[in-house]
């Protein structure tokens, strides 16, 4: 629940279109375990797609449907690494 209620916090960092100070924060959590790294993990790269760095934003998405296949949000993740390189 903790965890839950921190990234919540650091979706607020997109909105205000914070990107760069977003980017570390879901990094953070992408680093740990648990059910919220995918989320952090297409929160990471969505922000570091709109703060112009589509590789990393690519890697991310990459990384994100190797570790986690299973995850609702590979189909969104494979179109949006695409995007990212095209963008």
């Known amino acids: 629940l903790l965890t839950d209620a921190r990234i919540r916090v650091r979706d607020v960092y997109i909105q205000l279109k914070k990107y760069d100070a977003a980017i570390p924060e879901f990094a953070a959590v992408a680093a740990g375990k648990g059910d919220d790294v995918p989320y952090a993990l297409v929160r ?3 922000a570091s797609v709109q703060a ?11 990384r994100l449907l190797q570790e986690f296949p299973n995850s609702p949000f590979t189909s969104a993740a494979t179109l949006a690494s695409a995007q990212s390189v095209y963008r």
Do not use: G, W
Request: charged share 15%; hydrophobic share 50%; proline share 7%.
């Open 44 to 46: 990471q790269a969505f």
């Open 52 to 62: 112009n760095k589509p590789q990393a934003a690519a890697a991310l998405y990459e």
